[in-house]
DNA sequence: GCCAACGTTGGC
DNA sequence: GCCAACGTTGGC
């Protein structure tokens, strides 16, 4: 089963790449969003997904595995939420903002530029490479 | 700080 | 099951 690919939005002062960068391993709970959660539910271990800072920064600034599939969000105290469990793969060498991906042909139908609000999105193998070489990175096993 | 977009809730 | 009202997100 071919690996597949999202992007995981985040306030940095909520919870940051280089907190998740210094934590090796971090959960990712809170989301009280259906079609984000349905989303989570979709992910299995091995699957990348990039990793955008919004607020402030709006840029994607590395890539993370994930590396527990979903379960119960332990902040949940009501409701039927997921978590998953991710660690940092790698950095993008440059962080490749959202001006960038809106100003890209190739990505005008990234459900970033699309759906905006969504906290987690699906994303083509095609748009995962085309970020990675806009943020002048080459995946290293 | 504003506000458009959009997801959720609840009354009918 | 529809849809108006409401709340939240996030780009600008």
């Known amino acids: 089963m071919a690996r597949r690919y999202w992007l995981l939005k985040t306030e940095p002062e909520e919870y940051s790449w280089d907190r998740l960068v210094s934590d090796k391993r971090g959960t990712w709970d809170g989301v009280r ?3 984000a959660r349905n989303h989570m539910r ?12 919004t607020g402030k920064a709006k840029e994607v600034v590395g890539v993370a595995e994930i590396v527990r599939e979903h379960y119960p969000d332990p902040t949940a105290t009501q409701g039927d939420f997921s978590a998953v469990d991710v660690r940092p793969v790698q950095a993008l060498s440059a962080p490749v903002t959202l001006q960038r991906v809106k100003a890209e042909p190739s990505l005008s139908e990234m459900v970033l530029v699309r759906r905006a609000r969504l906290s987690v999105q699906p994303v083509l193998a095609t748009e995962f490479k085309k970020i ?5 990175t080459k995946l290293t096993p």
């Open 33 to 35: 969003n259906f079609s």
């Open 42 to 53: 979709l992910m299995k271990q091995g699957d990348y997904a990039l990793f955008y800072h």
């Open 132 to 136: 990675l070489s806009m943020g002048k």
